[in-house]
Protein backbone atom coordinates (compact mmCIF):
# COMPACT_ATOMS: atom_id res chain seq x y z
CA UNK A 1 0.00 0.00 0.00
CA UNK A 2 1.47 3.14 -0.71
CA UNK A 3 0.12 6.14 1.56
CA UNK A 4 1.04 9.42 2.86
CA UNK A 5 2.03 9.82 6.10
CA UNK A 6 2.04 12.23 8.60
CA UNK A 7 5.76 12.34 10.96
CA UNK A 8 5.45 14.05 14.44
CA UNK A 9 9.16 13.33 15.21
CA UNK A 10 10.42 9.93 14.25
CA UNK A 11 6.09 8.66 14.82
CA UNK A 12 3.72 8.14 12.17
CA UNK A 13 1.07 9.69 13.34
CA UNK A 14 -1.30 8.81 10.55
CA UNK A 15 -1.86 7.40 7.48
CA UNK A 16 -3.94 7.74 4.40
CA UNK A 17 -4.06 5.23 1.46
CA UNK A 18 -4.08 6.84 -1.94
CA UNK A 19 -4.05 5.93 -5.84
CA UNK A 20 -2.24 7.70 -8.56
CA UNK A 21 -2.71 7.22 -12.09
CA UNK A 22 -0.74 8.64 -15.22
CA UNK A 23 -1.97 8.34 -19.02
CA UNK A 24 0.41 9.05 -21.78
CA UNK A 25 -1.27 9.43 -25.17
CA UNK A 26 -4.39 7.68 -24.44
CA UNK A 27 -2.66 4.94 -22.39
CA UNK A 28 -2.37 4.41 -18.48
CA UNK A 29 1.57 4.16 -18.33
CA UNK A 30 1.77 3.97 -14.41
CA UNK A 31 -0.66 3.47 -11.30
CA UNK A 32 -0.11 3.20 -7.31
CA UNK A 33 -2.80 2.10 -5.57
CA UNK A 34 -6.05 0.47 -6.06
CA UNK A 35 -7.66 2.92 -8.45
CA UNK A 36 -11.18 2.44 -6.95
CA UNK A 37 -14.08 4.57 -8.19
CA UNK A 38 -14.37 8.51 -7.16
CA UNK A 39 -16.64 10.62 -7.43
CA UNK A 40 -14.83 13.88 -9.87
CA UNK A 41 -16.40 16.65 -8.02
CA UNK A 42 -14.55 20.04 -9.05
CA UNK A 43 -11.95 18.17 -11.40
CA UNK A 44 -15.11 18.03 -14.07
CA UNK A 45 -15.40 21.86 -14.38
CA UNK A 46 -12.89 22.34 -17.48
CA UNK A 47 -15.26 19.39 -19.45
CA UNK A 48 -18.52 21.42 -17.75
CA UNK A 49 -17.45 24.76 -18.99
CA UNK A 50 -16.59 23.36 -22.39
CA UNK A 51 -19.82 22.01 -23.03
CA UNK A 52 -21.57 24.82 -21.55
CA UNK A 53 -19.12 26.90 -24.27
CA UNK A 54 -20.53 24.68 -27.16
CA UNK A 55 -24.61 25.48 -25.69
CA UNK A 56 -23.38 28.80 -26.11
CA UNK A 57 -22.23 28.59 -29.51
CA UNK A 58 -18.94 29.62 -28.60
CA UNK A 59 -19.37 33.03 -27.58
CA UNK A 60 -16.54 35.36 -27.77
CA UNK A 61 -15.28 35.34 -23.90
CA UNK A 62 -11.69 36.40 -22.17
CA UNK A 63 -9.25 34.02 -20.87
CA UNK A 64 -9.69 35.53 -17.59
CA UNK A 65 -13.52 34.21 -17.59
CA UNK A 66 -12.73 31.29 -19.07
CA UNK A 67 -10.56 30.56 -15.88
CA UNK A 68 -13.04 32.01 -13.73
CA UNK A 69 -15.68 29.04 -15.26
CA UNK A 70 -13.71 26.21 -14.66
CA UNK A 71 -12.69 27.95 -10.84
CA UNK A 72 -13.10 26.79 -7.43
CA UNK A 73 -12.61 30.41 -6.79
CA UNK A 74 -11.58 31.90 -3.07
CA UNK A 75 -14.65 34.68 -3.51
CA UNK A 76 -11.50 37.05 -3.41
CA UNK A 77 -12.48 40.89 -5.58
CA UNK A 78 -10.76 39.97 -8.67
CA UNK A 79 -12.94 36.65 -8.53
CA UNK A 80 -16.35 37.82 -7.85
CA UNK A 81 -15.05 40.98 -10.63
CA UNK A 82 -14.65 38.41 -13.82
CA UNK A 83 -18.04 36.13 -12.28
CA UNK A 84 -20.10 38.87 -12.46
CA UNK A 85 -18.46 39.88 -15.32
CA UNK A 86 -19.49 36.65 -17.44
CA UNK A 87 -23.71 37.10 -15.94
CA UNK A 88 -23.41 40.64 -17.52
CA UNK A 89 -22.20 39.28 -20.88
CA UNK A 90 -24.90 36.86 -21.13
CA UNK A 91 -27.66 38.93 -19.74
CA UNK A 92 -28.04 36.27 -16.64
CA UNK A 93 -29.31 37.99 -13.28
CA UNK A 94 -26.94 36.93 -10.64
CA UNK A 95 -30.14 36.34 -8.41
CA UNK A 96 -30.62 32.86 -10.87
CA UNK A 97 -27.56 31.39 -10.02
CA UNK A 98 -28.54 28.29 -8.15
CA UNK A 99 -24.78 27.01 -6.48
CA UNK A 100 -26.07 28.02 -3.06
CA UNK A 101 -24.36 30.20 0.01
CA UNK A 102 -21.57 29.74 1.81
CA UNK A 103 -18.55 32.34 2.81
CA UNK A 104 -15.34 33.29 0.66
CA UNK A 105 -12.89 30.44 1.44
CA UNK A 106 -10.70 33.46 1.04
CA UNK A 107 -10.74 34.30 4.86
CA UNK A 108 -9.32 38.25 4.64
CA UNK A 109 -12.53 38.37 2.05
CA UNK A 110 -15.15 37.01 4.25
CA UNK A 111 -13.93 39.19 7.16
CA UNK A 112 -14.15 42.20 4.55
CA UNK A 113 -17.14 41.54 3.52
CA UNK A 114 -19.08 41.30 7.11
CA UNK A 115 -17.16 44.36 8.31
CA UNK A 116 -18.56 46.30 5.75
CA UNK A 117 -21.93 45.45 6.62
CA UNK A 118 -22.44 42.90 3.79
CA UNK A 119 -23.55 39.82 3.40
CA UNK A 120 -22.66 36.19 1.31
CA UNK A 121 -24.90 35.54 -1.91
CA UNK A 122 -24.38 32.20 -4.37
CA UNK A 123 -21.74 34.89 -5.51
CA UNK A 124 -19.62 33.97 -3.31
CA UNK A 125 -19.76 30.15 -3.65
CA UNK A 126 -16.31 28.57 -5.11
CA UNK A 127 -18.32 27.02 -8.12
CA UNK A 128 -20.23 30.57 -9.01
CA UNK A 129 -18.00 31.25 -11.90
CA UNK A 130 -19.22 27.20 -13.33
CA UNK A 131 -22.76 28.15 -12.59
CA UNK A 132 -22.62 31.62 -14.16
CA UNK A 133 -21.80 29.48 -17.71
CA UNK A 134 -24.27 27.46 -16.82
CA UNK A 135 -27.08 29.42 -16.54
CA UNK A 136 -26.25 31.75 -19.14
CA UNK A 137 -27.13 28.30 -21.47
CA UNK A 138 -29.49 27.24 -20.05
CA UNK A 139 -31.15 31.46 -20.68
CA UNK A 140 -29.79 30.98 -24.17
CA UNK A 141 -31.39 28.16 -25.24
CA UNK A 142 -34.88 28.48 -23.52
CA UNK A 143 -33.98 25.62 -21.29
CA UNK A 144 -35.20 25.38 -17.56
CA UNK A 145 -33.46 27.97 -15.83
CA UNK A 146 -32.67 25.11 -13.11
CA UNK A 147 -30.05 23.47 -14.44
CA UNK A 148 -29.33 21.32 -12.10
CA UNK A 149 -31.16 18.13 -12.73
CA UNK A 150 -29.46 15.24 -14.32
CA UNK A 151 -32.40 15.24 -16.55
CA UNK A 152 -32.09 18.84 -17.90
CA UNK A 153 -30.39 18.98 -21.58
CA UNK A 154 -27.24 20.46 -20.46
CA UNK A 155 -26.23 18.24 -18.21
CA UNK A 156 -27.61 15.08 -20.39
CA UNK A 157 -24.68 16.79 -23.09
CA UNK A 158 -22.62 17.22 -19.74
CA UNK A 159 -22.99 13.54 -19.13
CA UNK A 160 -22.55 12.06 -22.93
CA UNK A 161 -19.54 14.10 -23.89
CA UNK A 162 -17.82 13.21 -20.51
CA UNK A 163 -18.36 9.50 -21.44
CA UNK A 164 -16.80 9.59 -24.56
CA UNK A 165 -13.95 11.44 -23.20
CA UNK A 166 -13.07 9.20 -20.40
CA UNK A 167 -13.70 6.00 -23.13
CA UNK A 168 -16.50 5.01 -19.95
CA UNK A 169 -19.81 5.56 -18.81
CA UNK A 170 -19.81 6.80 -15.37
CA UNK A 171 -22.67 6.81 -12.60
CA UNK A 172 -23.60 9.96 -11.01
CA UNK A 173 -24.57 11.56 -7.69
CA UNK A 174 -25.07 15.19 -6.40
CA UNK A 175 -22.18 17.51 -6.44
CA UNK A 176 -21.71 20.94 -3.28
CA UNK A 177 -22.98 22.97 -5.04
CA UNK A 178 -26.16 20.77 -6.72
CA UNK A 179 -25.32 19.78 -10.05
CA UNK A 180 -24.23 16.10 -11.00
CA UNK A 181 -20.87 14.88 -10.11
CA UNK A 182 -19.84 11.75 -12.35
CA UNK A 183 -18.05 8.59 -10.46
CA UNK A 184 -15.70 6.58 -12.00
CA UNK A 185 -12.52 4.42 -11.33
CA UNK A 186 -9.47 6.86 -11.53
CA UNK A 187 -8.05 5.42 -14.60
CA UNK A 188 -11.06 7.27 -16.26
CA UNK A 189 -9.92 10.52 -14.27
CA UNK A 190 -7.10 10.50 -15.57
CA UNK A 191 -8.37 9.63 -19.22
CA UNK A 192 -10.28 12.95 -18.78
CA UNK A 193 -7.42 14.96 -18.10
CA UNK A 194 -5.34 13.64 -20.74
CA UNK A 195 -7.92 14.64 -23.10
CA UNK A 196 -7.54 18.17 -21.56
CA UNK A 197 -3.37 17.91 -21.77
CA UNK A 198 -3.66 17.07 -25.48
CA UNK A 199 -6.48 19.25 -26.60
CA UNK A 200 -4.30 22.14 -24.55
CA UNK A 201 -1.13 20.88 -27.10
CA UNK A 202 -2.88 20.78 -30.07
CA UNK A 203 -4.53 24.62 -29.58
CA UNK A 204 -0.79 25.98 -29.02
CA UNK A 205 0.55 23.91 -32.05
CA UNK A 206 -2.26 25.13 -34.65
CA UNK A 207 -3.35 21.87 -35.33
CA UNK A 208 -6.80 21.05 -36.83
CA UNK A 209 -8.81 19.74 -34.36
CA UNK A 210 -12.87 19.34 -33.84
CA UNK A 211 -14.80 22.03 -32.51
CA UNK A 212 -15.06 20.34 -29.05
CA UNK A 213 -11.39 19.69 -28.73
CA UNK A 214 -10.43 23.24 -28.98
CA UNK A 215 -13.03 24.17 -26.55
CA UNK A 216 -11.59 21.96 -24.11
CA UNK A 217 -7.92 23.18 -24.75
CA UNK A 218 -8.71 26.88 -24.34
CA UNK A 219 -10.38 26.45 -21.27
CA UNK A 220 -6.64 24.13 -19.93
CA UNK A 221 -4.67 26.81 -21.92
CA UNK A 222 -6.71 29.86 -19.49
CA UNK A 223 -6.33 27.72 -16.32
CA UNK A 224 -2.30 27.15 -17.11
CA UNK A 225 -2.51 30.92 -17.75
CA UNK A 226 -4.23 32.14 -15.00
CA UNK A 227 -3.98 29.35 -11.99
CA UNK A 228 -4.80 32.80 -9.37
CA UNK A 229 -8.28 32.76 -11.30
CA UNK A 230 -8.98 29.27 -11.19
CA UNK A 231 -7.74 29.24 -7.57
CA UNK A 232 -7.32 31.40 -4.78
CA UNK A 233 -4.44 32.66 -2.62
CA UNK A 234 -2.43 30.21 -0.10
CA UNK A 235 -3.96 27.28 -2.51
CA UNK A 236 -2.30 24.49 -3.47
CA UNK A 237 -3.73 24.47 -7.34
CA UNK A 238 -2.20 28.26 -7.78
CA UNK A 239 1.47 26.61 -5.65
CA UNK A 240 1.73 24.15 -7.69
CA UNK A 241 1.14 25.63 -11.33
CA UNK A 242 3.53 28.92 -9.86
CA UNK A 243 6.15 25.95 -9.43
CA UNK A 244 5.89 24.21 -12.65
CA UNK A 245 8.87 24.14 -14.95
CA UNK A 246 6.34 23.49 -17.78
CA UNK A 247 3.03 24.48 -18.85
CA UNK A 248 0.17 22.95 -16.36
CA UNK A 249 -3.29 23.11 -16.14
CA UNK A 250 -4.09 21.78 -12.70
CA UNK A 251 -7.63 21.34 -10.24
CA UNK A 252 -8.48 19.84 -7.43
CA UNK A 253 -11.59 18.34 -6.83
CA UNK A 254 -13.04 17.76 -3.40
CA UNK A 255 -12.43 14.89 -0.72
CA UNK A 256 -8.72 14.32 -1.95
CA UNK A 257 -8.56 14.29 -5.57
CA UNK A 258 -6.36 16.46 -8.05
CA UNK A 259 -6.08 15.88 -11.62
CA UNK A 260 -3.22 17.40 -13.62
CA UNK A 261 -2.42 18.17 -17.38
CA UNK A 262 1.24 18.32 -18.71
CA UNK A 263 0.49 19.32 -22.47
CA UNK A 264 4.34 19.10 -23.64
CA UNK A 265 4.47 15.59 -22.04
CA UNK A 266 1.20 14.02 -23.63
CA UNK A 267 0.51 13.28 -20.03
CA UNK A 268 -2.11 13.51 -17.47
CA UNK A 269 -2.20 12.50 -13.82
CA UNK A 270 -4.91 11.90 -11.30
CA UNK A 271 -4.36 11.04 -7.71
CA UNK A 272 -6.77 10.17 -4.63
CA UNK A 273 -6.38 10.21 -1.10
CA UNK A 274 -9.16 7.58 -0.42
CA UNK A 275 -9.76 8.85 3.02
CA UNK A 276 -10.55 12.38 2.03
CA UNK A 277 -7.74 14.44 3.64
CA UNK A 278 -6.98 17.52 1.79
CA UNK A 279 -3.97 18.29 4.66
CA UNK A 280 -2.49 14.84 3.09
CA UNK A 281 -2.84 15.94 -0.53
CA UNK A 282 0.42 18.01 -1.70
CA UNK A 283 2.65 15.60 -0.41
CA UNK A 284 1.13 13.07 -2.49
CA UNK A 285 0.57 15.60 -5.35
CA UNK A 286 4.54 16.68 -4.90
CA UNK A 287 5.24 12.73 -4.95
CA UNK A 288 3.04 11.51 -8.05
CA UNK A 289 4.58 14.56 -10.09
CA UNK A 290 8.62 13.24 -9.01
CA UNK A 291 7.52 9.80 -9.97
CA UNK A 292 5.47 10.48 -13.07
CA UNK A 293 6.90 13.56 -14.80
CA UNK A 294 10.29 14.04 -13.10
CA UNK A 295 11.88 17.84 -13.95
CA UNK A 296 8.31 19.28 -14.53
CA UNK A 297 7.94 20.38 -11.29
CA UNK A 298 9.93 21.72 -7.91
CA UNK A 299 8.85 21.48 -4.46
CA UNK A 300 9.38 24.79 -3.48
CA UNK A 301 11.74 25.24 -0.48
CA UNK A 302 9.72 25.16 2.57
CA UNK A 303 6.91 24.31 1.43
CA UNK A 304 4.44 25.45 4.01
CA UNK A 305 2.12 22.52 3.18
CA UNK A 306 4.68 19.79 3.93
CA UNK A 307 5.16 21.00 7.16
CA UNK A 308 3.84 20.54 10.55
CA UNK A 309 4.25 22.83 13.49
CA UNK A 310 3.34 23.49 16.92
CA UNK A 311 1.03 26.23 17.84
CA UNK A 312 4.13 28.16 18.90
CA UNK A 313 5.07 27.89 14.89
CA UNK A 314 7.82 25.72 15.42
CA UNK A 315 8.68 22.56 13.02
CA UNK A 316 7.67 19.35 14.93
CA UNK A 317 6.70 17.47 11.79
CA UNK A 318 6.84 16.26 8.16
CA UNK A 319 4.00 14.97 5.54
CA UNK A 320 5.67 12.84 3.44
CA UNK A 321 4.90 9.92 1.15
CA UNK A 322 5.82 6.49 1.87
CA UNK A 323 5.28 3.89 -1.11
CA UNK A 324 5.53 0.30 1.03
CA UNK A 325 3.64 0.55 4.04
Not at 139 to 151: H, I, K, T, V
Not at 256 to 273: Q, S, T
Amino acid sequence: MVAVVQLRGACVECEHAVSAVAVEGGRAVWRVGDGRETTFRSASKPFQLACSLEALGDPAVTVEELAVGAASHSAEPHHLAVVRRILARFGAPESGLRCGTHPPAHGPSAEAILRAGGSFSDVHNNCSGKHAFMLAAALANGWSDDYRPFEHPLQQRIAARLAAWMEHTPTHAIDGCGVPTFVQPLEAVARGWWQVARAMRDVTDNVTIDALTHRLGRVGLAMAAHPELTSGTGRLDLDVVRAAREPMAVKVGAMGLFCMALPARDLAIAVKVHSGSMEALPALVAWALGEAAPGAWATPEGWEPLRVRNVVGRDVGRWTVDPAR
